[in-house]
């Protein structure tokens, strides 16, 4: 199995990125979709979740109440490193599971680890064969947040400003696509990037 990372910011393309790379034959595994995963109703994460900030956490069906937590902890980073600290390793211990079935299945399948805070997990990064970060000039990102999230300008300059910086993304990337044009400009690189990443894994058999 060749494990790769594919981090970027919110609204940088990276979905795009990481749907071209499956319809390549990538197995993708989100990040996303296991902190989701992770918080199901009565899991233990959950009531972790809602010991440490309360019960105000669970909705009536008991359900993670993103909107309450997400207005805990925004503009506290110790609120955030103290979820942080219970999402994280469940996340991880998910997304291990997730790789083993992809390996077991194919040994020589190129996983690909979508995980947009790669760089604010500070989770080493020695286990990727490469890290390949997808960019986009911020105020792109910001109209994207406004156009397709119906985010208000300062909600959607506060969530790309919440994140690690391009520069902090690309210190410790392989590979960089810049997904500020087109959805075609934005494929193309992906696949150059396919390309180039295939022909590594190659050379390393």
Not at 29 to 52: K, M, Q, T, Y
Not at 160 to 176: I, N
């Amino acid at each position: 199995m060749h494990l790769i990372a594919l981090t970027g910011g919110i609204a940088s393309g990276k979905s795009t990125v990481a749907r071209r790379w499956q319809e390549h034959g990538a197995v993708v595994v989100d990040a996303d979709a296991l902190a989701r995963e992770v918080v199901e109703p009565g899991s233990p994460v959950l009531n972790a979740i809602a010991i440490r900030f309360g019960p105000e956490m669970l909705s009536p069906d008991g359900s993670l109440n993103r909107a309450a937590l997400g207005a805990m902890i925004f503009g506290d980073a110790q609120a955030r490193q103290a979820l942080n600290g219970i999402t994280h390793p469940a996340i991880s211990r998910l997304a291990q599971r997730r790789f083993d079935e992809a390996e077991r299945n194919d040994a020589e399948a190129i996983v690909v680890y979508d995980i947009p805070l790669l760089v604010e997990s500070a989770q080493s990064l020695d286990r990727f064969e490469a890290v390949i970060t997808v960019e986009a000039e911020p105020e792109v990102r910001v109209q994207r947040l406004i156009d397709h999230r119906g985010m208000a300008r300062d909600e959607a300059k506060g969530r790309v400003l919440s994140q690690a910086s391009s520069d902090e993304r690309r210190a410790v990337a392989d590979f960089v696509i810049d997904a500020s044009g087109s959805l075609a400009d934005t494929q193309n690189r992906a696949d150059a990037v396919w390309s180039s990443l295939s022909e590594r894994l190659r050379c390393r058999l």
